[in-house]
C-alpha cells in the first residue's frame, strides 16, 4: 500500500511539474532570424592559386559578422595548408566584413603561396558580401 502511495504521490508531482499553470504562461518573443549567408570563392577567384592550384573557401557570414570560414577540397600539401588555415582564419572569424576587409594579413612562413591564395579568396568573398549578398552561393564538393 506504502509503494501505491509514493507511486501516485510521485506521478502527481511530475504531472504538476510538466503541466502548464492556466493564465500565467508566457508568450514566446519572437527573435529576428539572423541574416546568414555563405559565400563560396571559388567562382569569384577562378585566377587565385596556391602552390597547386585554386584554394576554395566557404565564408559563413551572420548578421554581417564571419561566423566562420571553411577551407574547401584543393590540392595544397595538407601539412602546410592546415598551417594556413590554422593561422589566418581566426583572424578573420568574429570580425564584420567592414572589419575584415581592413585587416592586412601576412603570409605563413613556409606556406607563401598558399597563404597569398587564401587572403586572395577571403578578399574576394568579403568583397562580394558587401556589393550584393543576394548572389552568394554554397558549393561544398
Known amino acids: 500500500m506504502r509503494k501505491v502511495v509514493i507511486a501516485l504521490s510521485l506521478l502527481l508531482l511530475a504531472t504538476a511539474s510538466v ?14 532570424p539572423a541574416k546568414a549567408q ?63 576587409r581592413q585587416l592586412h594579413v601576412d603570409a605563413v612562413t613556409g606556406a607563401t603561396y598558399s597563404s597569398e591564395a587564401v587572403i586572395k579568396n577571403i578578399q574576394a568573398g568579403l568583397e562580394q558580401a558587401n556589393s550584393s549578398p543576394k548572389r552568394t552561393k554554397k558549393k561544398n564538393k
Open 19 to 32: 503541466s502548464p499553470v492556466q493564465g500565467k504562461t508566457k508568450k514566446k518573443q519572437a527573435s529576428k
Open 38 to 100: 555563405v559565400i563560396y570563392t571559388g567562382d569569384l577567384a577562378k585566377k587565385v592559386y596556391g602552390y597547386n592550384g585554386p584554394t576554395p573557401l566557404n565564408i559563413h557570414i551572420e548578421n554581417g559578422r564571419i561566423v566562420r570560414i571553411e577551407a574547401l577540397p584543393n590540392n595544397e600539401t595538407p601539412q602546410y595548408f592546415n598551417r594556413v588555415a590554422a593561422k589566418i582564419f581566426p583572424l578573420y572569424e568574429g570580425k564584420t566584413v567592414a572589419e575584415a
